[in-house]
T-cell receptor, first 107, second 114 residues
Framework: GIQVEQSPPDLILQEGANSTLRCNFS?????LQWFHQNPWGQLINLFY???GTKQNGRLSATTVATERYSLLYISSSQTTDSGVYFC?????????FGAGTRLTVKP | SAVISQKPSRDICQRGTSLTIQCQVD?????MFWYRQQPGQSLTLIAT?????????ESGFVIDKFPISRPNLTFSTLTVSNMSPEDSSIYLC???????????FGSGTRLTVV
């Protein structure tokens, strides 16, 4: 099946810093999404981005489907950005997740 | 986008018992998915549930342990049977909404088996 790799596995930032999270995938995909899992376990959809670039406030994402990777940018990070960020891809209808990046933003 | 109501949100269960988790969607969807997230791990697909047919299970998951019902296009249940402490996880349901909308997840069920 399709492989999804995320990097880095852990990231510690000072409040106000910027960061880039990466997702590599091993095959062509119909869908790619970025999620944020908060400390209560809720999975929040950040971006649906099978290709191209999208922005939402301090967050933006870019997927280069031909090169099989996606990037999530977080600017001016805040403590509320802490949690785990997952990249997930759809290939043949079901969604597969990467291992996630655990982000800690310190005040 | 679709809204999913999942319950219970959490439960503490005795080993050897079973727990049924419910997901209700506010619109009709063809496919529903069930995931497990073990502590500190990513999400793993358990099975795909289509209305009117048997669920399709991923490698490592069996129907006797995780029976699934899909009686109509807006509802599904997952039962965790004969539980052991190793079943302590977050269980989530999900639906796909077609092109341009991606997949939506329920709020999850945090299960602790003692």
């Amino acid at each position: 099946g399709i492989q999804v790799e995320q990097s880095p596995p852990d990231l510690i930032l000072q409040e106000g810093a910027n960061s880039t999270l990466r997702c590599n995938f091993s095959d062509s995909v119909n869908n790619l999404q970025w999620f944020h899992q908060n400390p209560w376990g809720q999975l929040i959809n950040l971006f649906y981005i099978p290709s191209g670039t999208k922005q939402n406030g301090r967050l933006s994402a870019t997927t280069v489907a031909t090169e099989r990777y996606s990037l999530l940018y977080i600017s001016s990070s805040q403590t509320t950005d802490s949690g785990v960020y997952f990249c997930a891809v759809v290939n043949n209808n079901d969604m597969r997740f990467g291992a996630g990046t655990r982000l800690t933003v310190k005040p | 986008s679709a809204v999913i109501s999942q319950k219970p949100s959490r439960d503490i269960c005795q080993r050897g018992t079973s727990l049924t988790i419910q997901c209700q969607v506010d619109s009709q969807v063809t496919m529903m998915f069930w995931y497990r997230q073990q502590p500190g791990q990513s999400l793993t697909l358990i099975a795909t549930a289509n209305q009117g047919s048997e669920a399709t299970y991923e490698s490592g998951f069996v129907i006797d342990k995780f029976p699934i019902s899909r009686p109509n296009l807006t509802f599904s249940t997952l039962t965790v049977s004969n539980m052991s402490p190793e079943d302590s996880s977050i269980y989530l349901c999900s639906v796909g909404q077609g092109m341009n909308y991606g997949y939506t997840f329920g709020s999850g069920t945090r299960l602790t088996v003692v």
